[in-house]
């Protein structure tokens, strides 16, 4: 990290802030709900040409030849570009495997891997272009689930994998990587423990749920330059990995982030972009390709579906001893899944000294999975928090209590090497007793669950700039997306610095040649590390103001004072001049010695872990399998709620997002490979009907950290919904799923195969 104003102070918990902590209307907004703000696809250029991308019809296929000569001679086409307009890249590394992902090479991959592509001058034209293009594929086995995929025999995607993690391994292998992580002693402390529960779990791929499909538009310029113009979390990283599979400079790469209409984790890797660049330089026309929602399913990254064993034990006073898991993850057919995640997340919440996992990262012929919210921690939380509700049960302990009592707290040494500072687990878990929701009875005929969930939150490389202009205004140039709203918190923390109303802030998202690096918007990193920056900013920007102030007064700068708003004498003894407003210095100082800005880069450390607790009832209709979920809580810890309907905002949508993971959302393949309900409507997410109001209850245990004491809390609020929702159904039904999604012929199965054996309570 550079050195800024930030390291001389943290965290003032004495402060009084007038801006933050309200909740303001968001400056975009109102451009948003009236349609004037521009999405991924409402870039229009002069002379601009629709790309097409075509796509394997097979899972798994290889590619003999691909001839376009028919497509070349059709009117009105101007482009053709296939595997053979991409640099040449090994395959295994970094960049061959997304060169690969982006066009097909040596093989199809996966149902919708794309092959070629056109671009021509209206839609109907690059429609038919692609129906033209001839492609040869030999036809191999597939394999969709991946405990198949590693099974002796089965169809091998990648010739070159040899097993990460396995010494001595020297065979093919769908398993990119065994990860092995432990601390203490599990066997002694299964030893001491009075109860064991172990259970096997199993969650499927969904889709993120963004509305907006990926879309871009492209520019070639004769001297190289390329623009490019997506919805994307990531233009810094597009830039770098398009430089890398493109073999083009850095700074002949300009990406302008536009508007996203969602994104959840789905638009951190690129799809249509290096296509569309290829096809433009070709052309040398503007080119845009928007993807369907058939592709949007088909051909991008879902989240990863998991299959896991968990065991846990825990003595008789509820001290939970020793946790243990085995967990596969789907990948797709390339690695990235972050797989990583999982270990070392899934039991962090509680205090345990023996804990060991192993994991697997797996290929099937399936796309490459994305991120979501807290990439791969959610799916494997559902056993986890399924296991710590049955313990509670076998030891006639309340859910909350076994929680609060193996709860971590400032000190505990994680299973990743980092000891936590002030947290607020502990609060958390008070706030959820205490609440109105769990202290209520439960509704006759309905069932209540409860599960929590973890997340680290991350900081990283983040750069941002503050200018004032000369009446006062001022205007914050953004290096993250704007995912979730974080302009306004942002504009509020920089209003706050400087002693103004957040209505004189304007931010805007900046392209990557007016900023330095920023890392990919995610992992509940934006409005913490960007805050950092832009406060910094602030701070430099009123160290120039006081300078300024000194010189119109002609005095030491260190007897000139910043507050609210205005540079005052630091004591009488300076003097009895009256107090300048910004906009006084902007405006007397500007033409003379230039604009007062503020700019910062760091690598922000120091994000507050985050933690939550979901409180759920639901009802379930034993005739059908239906579940209706009845009434929901969250209560997290914000550190501290900049924007508290933001906050609300964030903690609503993940519960929501984790009631159709929980109950509905699949992704189903035919034996054929291929993807069977590639559309919303025949891909069911909820709608306002299938969700209650949801209730939130904001915690705020401040880090100490940040200068606001901030954490971040887009991940958390997903973590523990699905392991919530199964926990109330088991309380309803008697039994405990154990396989997403919840749907009502599963649950109706279970509920009739438990009456034939006239089972009690058990997991299943």
């Known amino acids: ?261 969602g994104g959840f984790g789905g638009k951190t890797g690129f799809y249509g972009e290096p296509v569309a660049i290829l096809l433009a330089r070709k052309a040398k026309r503007p080119v845009k390709i928007t993807l369907t929602r058939n592709e949007v399913f088909r051909a991008t990254g879902p989240v990863s579906g998991t299959r896991s064993r968990i065991k846990m034990g825990v003595k008789k006073d509820g001290t939970i001893t020793a946790a243990e898991a085995e967990l596969i993850f789907q990948t797709g057919a390339f690695t990235g899944s972050m797989f990583s995640n999982a270990p070392q997340a899934m039991f962090t919440r509680y205090n345990l000294k023996n804990v060991k996992t192993v994991s697997h990262e797996v290929v099937s012929n399936r796309p490459k999975v994305n991120a979501f919210r807290a990439p791969c921690v959610p799916q494997v939380v559902f056993g986890v928090e399924g296991v710590v509700d ?130 990919v918007t995610a992992g509940s990193r934006t409005t913490f590390s960007t805050g950092m920056v832009i406060v910094d900013s602030a701070r430099k920007a009123i160290t120039e103001l006081c300078k300024r102030a000194a010189q119109i007064w002609g005095v030491p700068e260190e007897g000139v004072t910043f507050e609210d708003g205005f540079c005052r004498p630091a004591s009488s003894n300076v003097g009895t001049f009256e107090p300048l407003s910004i906009a006084q210095i902007a405006a007397k100082t500007t033409p003379t010695q230039g604009a007062i800005a503020g700019h910062s880069e760091m690598n922000v450390t120091g994000a507050g872990p985050g933690f939550g607790l979901h409180i759920v009832d639901v009802a379930v209709d034993k005739e059908t399998g239906r579940v209706d979920v009845k009434r929901y809580t969250v209560v997290e810890d914000a550190g501290k709620a900049i924007h508290p309907l933001q906050v609300e905002g964030q903690y609503q949508g993940g519960a929501v997002q984790g009631i159709g993971w929980a109950l509905n959302e699949e992704y189903y393949y035919g034996e054929d490979g291929r993807m069977q309900n590639a559309s919303f409507l025949d891909y069911r997410m909820p709608v306002a009907s299938d969700v209650p109001m949801i209730g939130t209850e904001i915690v705020e245990v401040p880090n100490p950290r940040h200068p606001y004491g901030l954490r971040g809390v887009g991940e958390v609020p997903v973590v ?45």
């Open 720 to 764: 523990p919904t699905m392991a919530a929702i199964a926990n109330a159904i088991g309380a309803a039904i008697g039994i405990r799923p154990q396989s997403l999604p919840m749907s009502p012929p599963k649950l109706l199965k279970l509920m009739d195969d438990a009456r034939a054996k006239n089972d009690g309570y058990r997991s299943c």
């Open 1 to 261: 990290m550079t050195a800024t104003i930030l390291e001389k102070s943290g965290f003032n918990r004495d402060r009084k802030l007038k801006i933050v902590g309200t909740s303001p209307v968001k400056h975009d907004g109102i451009d948003k709900v009236t349609g004037r703000a521009k999405f991924g696809a409402d870039l229009f250029l002069p002379g601009m040409l629709v790309g097409k991308i075509l796509r394997s019809p097979h899972p798994h296929a290889i590619i003999r030849s691909i001839d376009t000569s028919a497509a070349e001679r059709l009117p009105g086409v101007k482009a053709v570009v296939t595997r053979d307009d991409f640099p040449e890249i090994k395959a295994g590394t970094p960049g061959g495997d997304m060169t690969r992902n982006a066009m097909a090479r040596e093989k199809a991959l996966y149902d919708g891997h794309p092959v070629a592509a056109v671009a021509a001058t209206s839609e109907s034209i690059a429609k038919e272009a692609i129906k033209l293009i001839k492609v040869d594929y030999q036809v191999l086995p597939h394999v969709i689930d991946p405990v198949e995929a590693m099974k002796p025999g089965a169809p091998i995607l990648h010739p070159h994998v040899r097993t990460k993690g396995i010494k001595g391994e020297d065979q093919p292998s769908n398993v990119i990587e065994r990860l092995d992580l432990a601390m203490g002693d599990v066997e002694k402390g299964f030893a001491e423990a009075d109860v064991i529960v172990e259970r096997e779990y199993d969650t499927k791929p969904i889709h993120q749920g963004y509305i907006e499909p990926q879309s871009c538009v492209a520019t070639a310029a004769e001297d190289g330059q390329i623009e490019l113009w997506c919805c994307t979390q990531a233009p810094w990283v597009y830039r770098d990995r398009l430089m890398e599979i493109l073999k083009i400079d850095q700074a002949k790469i300009r990406v302008t982030q536009s508007e996203m209409g």
């Open 390 to 519: 049955e313990l509670a049960r076998k030891i006639g302990m309340d859910p909350i209590d076994l929680r609060l009592k193996n709860a971590a707290t400032e000190g505990y040494k994680t299973i990743y090497g980092e000891t936590f500072g002030p947290i607020g687990f502990v609060e958390t878990l008070q706030a959820a007793k205490q609440c109105d929701h769990y202290k209520s009875p439960v509704p006759k005929g309905q069932g209540r669950g409860v599960a929590a969930g973890f997340w680290f939150n991350r900081g990283g490389e983040t750069t941002g700039t503050l200018n004032i202009a000369t009446d006062g205004s001022v205007t914050l140039i953004l290096g993250t997306s704007d995912v979730a709203g974080s302009r306004i918190s942002i504009s509020m923390m920089a209003a706050e610095e400087l002693g103004i109303t957040v209505d004189k802030v304007r931010a805007i998202m900046a392209d990557t040649h007016s900023l330095g690096f920023n890392r």
